[in-house]
């Protein structure tokens, strides 16, 4: 089976000189790809010529109809959305440098499950105390906040 490459504004040899332009090897091979299918090549030939399968020359050939060239880039995901604001993050940020208020925390020192229970009380967000250090080392506090029942040296 064909796939269709609907763009009109470069041609194969357009689409090869561009190969040759980019740092990027991966959006070469693309480019390529995209030649031989343009230059009549199958599908397959095309794919396996440049180290992918049917599938894969499919979905970046629908890419570059959508957005030609700049859409033949890796796109990055992102990652996790932080479970804390940055007003969040700002306010850890101030009790820890403040220290805990032995009356209202019941605590005088903060561990990192103490933080996770006065998160959870103040923002309503449920962390792991893991999370809570990942958080504080974000935030430039480099000593470690000690888990229940284990010792700081």
């Not at 040759?20 to 991966?26: A, I, S």
């Not at 005088?108 to 504080?136: C, K, M, P, S």
């Amino acid at each position: 089976m064909t796939v269709r490459i609907t763009r009109d504004d470069m041609t194969a040899s357009d689409l090869r000189r561009q190969s040759g332009r980019v740092k990027d090897g991966r959006i070469s091979r693309r480019l390529l790809a995209i030649a031989l299918v343009l230059d009549g090549a199958s599908r397959k030939v095309a794919a396996e010529s440049c180290g992918m399968d049917r599938q894969t020359l499919r979905d970046w050939v629908h890419r570059y109809n959508t957005e030609g060239v700049e859409g033949l880039s890796n796109r990055s995901g992102g990652g996790v959305k932080p479970l804390l604001s940055e007003d969040q993050m700002a306010q850890l940020s101030r009790w820890v440098e403040a220290g805990p208020d032995p009356a209202r925390d019941g605590v005088v020192r903060w561990r990192r499950v103490d933080l996770a229970r006065r998160i959870e009380a103040e923002f309503n967000v449920q962390l792991h105390e893991r999370t809570v250090g990942t958080y504080l080392a974000k935030l430039g506090f480099r000593r470690a906040l000690s888990t229940p029942g284990t010792s700081q040296c």
